[in-house]
Nanobody, 126 residues
Framework: QVQLVESGGGLVQPGGSLRLSCAAS??????????MGWFRQAPGKEREFVAA????????NYAASVKGRFTISTDNAKNTVYLQMNSLKPEDTAVYYC?????????????????WGQGTQVTVSS
């Protein structure tokens, strides 16, 4: 069973930065042939796609709302995916979830991901 553990969330002022990490362990996760994604869910809203990357790093995918501000990257040696978030806005406040899927498409559809982390809270407020 693959386990995903997120870290790095917290409280930050508007305009600030945070870096989220997601460490994958357990099972036979072949990081190089999976897609890793980040999703978020704000109170009262549905979970939405943020960013995704293939394990090989050959394909990137970003939601329009974060493009140019967020960067997703991987460290295959550490089985870890990162989400660097810059120029944060109050509307970025949400629980951020890491997900892993057995495909090489970096999809934005949550149903194409097989494993999910427990989430980490990001709050952007002055």
């Amino acid at each position: 069973q693959v386990q995903l553990v997120e870290s790095g969330g917290g409280l930050v002022q508007p305009g600030g930065s945070l870096r989220l990490s997601c460490a994958a362990s357990g099972g036979k996760l072949a990081f190089s042939v999976t897609s890793m994604g980040w999703f978020r869910q704000a109170p009262g809203k549905e979970r939405e796609f943020v960013a995704a990357v293939t394990g090989s790093g050959s394909r990137l995918n970003y939601a329009a709302s974060v493009k140019g501000r967020f960067t997703i990257s991987t460290d295959n040696a550490k089985n870890t995916v990162y989400l660097q978030m810059n120029s944060l806005k109050p509307e970025d406040t949400a629980v951020y979830y890491c997900a892993s899927g057995w495909n090489d498409r970096a999809p934005s559809t949550s149903g194409l991901y097989d494993y999910w982390g427990q989430g980490t809270q990001v709050t952007v407020s002055s």
